[in-house]
Every structure is written in C-alpha cells, then in structure tokens.
C-alpha cells in the first residue's frame, strides 16, 4: 500500500508539474516562475490533503522525491517546451491524468489514516483538483473546476471506485486502477465531446 500511495503521488505529481510548468510558458514566465507553477500546481492537492488528514509535515515537503519530479517537470517543459506543445491542448491531457493520480491517491491515503468512505471520496476529489486551482489562480485564469466540463465530477467518480472497492474488501491495486481509468475516461469524453455540467444563465434585465 505505501508503494502502490507513493508510485500514484509521484505520478501526479509529475503530470500536474508539466500542465503547471506549460501553463507558466504560454504566459512568458521566467525560468523560477515556471519552476514555482510546476511545484504549486504538482504539490498542492497532496499537501491540503495531507493537511486535512493530519499526516504532517506533508509529503511534499518531508520527501525530497516531490520536488526533484516538480523540478525535473519543470526543465522538461521550459527546454522542451516546442516538442509538448505540438500535443492538441497539451495542459488539459496532463491535467487530465494527474487527476486520475491524485483521485485515487487521495482516497487511499484518507481511508489509510481511517477517513469513512464517505470523506475519503470526497478527500481524493480535492487532491485531484487542488493542484489545477492553484496553478489556474497563479496565471490568473478562472480555475477549470469551476467552468462548464466534467472536472470535480470525474475526480469524485475515480475516488468513488477506490472507496467501493476498499468497503466491499478487495485489491487496491485494481480498484485504483480502475479509479484512475474511469476518471480519466470521463474527462476525456468531456474534452473531446464538450460534455459538461449545465452552466449558469443570468437573466439580462432590458
């Protein structure tokens, strides 16, 4: 279980600190500005949860693996960054699997430290989505969870899985990934097919 939370953290970790590192390109940042958006948008959904849970200090800090990943993402992107934006909208397929990640880990580490399944669930979607929040209010951009497509929705479903699997006492491993693909799958239909959750309509006064 601690390799199978490490392996997934890791994970995303590295997948959100490219998005955040790519985000911080497209708006003409420094090398130390993509640096800190590739550490804030790969750390900070891990570290609330870990926060919330009470395992501190959290990992992201504690272990020196979390910055090497955010930084070698970082490096990656900012010296590279023409061959991963010939990708179709790089940030949102990273984003998409560093949710994946950080769903399912999320809901492990809580159900570890004795979180009820309901909790966890919920626990794994905010360190799933925490990471893209803060990279998104960093570049001042409204943060993608809080627009019309299926975001927190997935997080929660992938999470929803591992917590499903963990009550009815099977293998964590295939549950997370289960967890992972079905998050994945849903913010991948929602990005290719425009799927989203109804959008606010204020009415216009004439």
């Known amino acids: 279980m601690r390799l199978l939370l490490l392996v997934l953290d890791l994970g995303g970790t590295f997948v959100f600190a490219i998005s955040g590192a790519v985000v911080a390109v497209r708006h003409r940042m420094d090398i130390f500005g993509v640096l800190v958006l590739a550490f804030a948008a790969g750390n900070a959904g891990g570290m609330t949860r870990d926060l919330l849970i009470g ?4 990992a992201a800090i504690a ?12 490096l990656l992107v900012f010296y590279w960054y023409s061959i991963i934006e010939r990708l179709s909208n790089p940030v949102l397929w990273f984003d998409a699997v560093g949710l994946a990640f950080f769903a399912v880990a999320g809901a492990q580490k809580a159900l570890v430290y004795g979180l009820n399944p309901g909790m966890a669930a919920l626990l794994g979607m905010l360190t799933g989505i925490g990471g893209g929040m803060l990279r998104d209010v960093l570049a001042n951009e409204i943060p993608t969870v809080l627009r019309a497509d299926l975001y ?11 917590v499903i699997g963990h009550v009815l006492h099977m293998q964590p491993v295939p549950m997370a990934i289960a967890g992972g693909l079905l998050c994945f799958a849903l913010r991948f239909m929602a990005i290719r097919y425009g799927w989203h959750l109804p959008a606010a309509k204020p009415k216009r006064h004439s």
Not at 55 to 58: D, G, K, S
Not at 64 to 69: A, T
Not at 152 to 162: E, S
Request: net charge neutral.
């Open 55 to 58: 395992a501190v200090p959290p």
């Open 63 to 74: 272990d020196w693996k979390y910055l090497g990943v955010s930084i070698f993402a970082g």
């Open 152 to 162: 927190a929705l997935a997080a929660l479903a992938g999470a929803g899985v591992v």
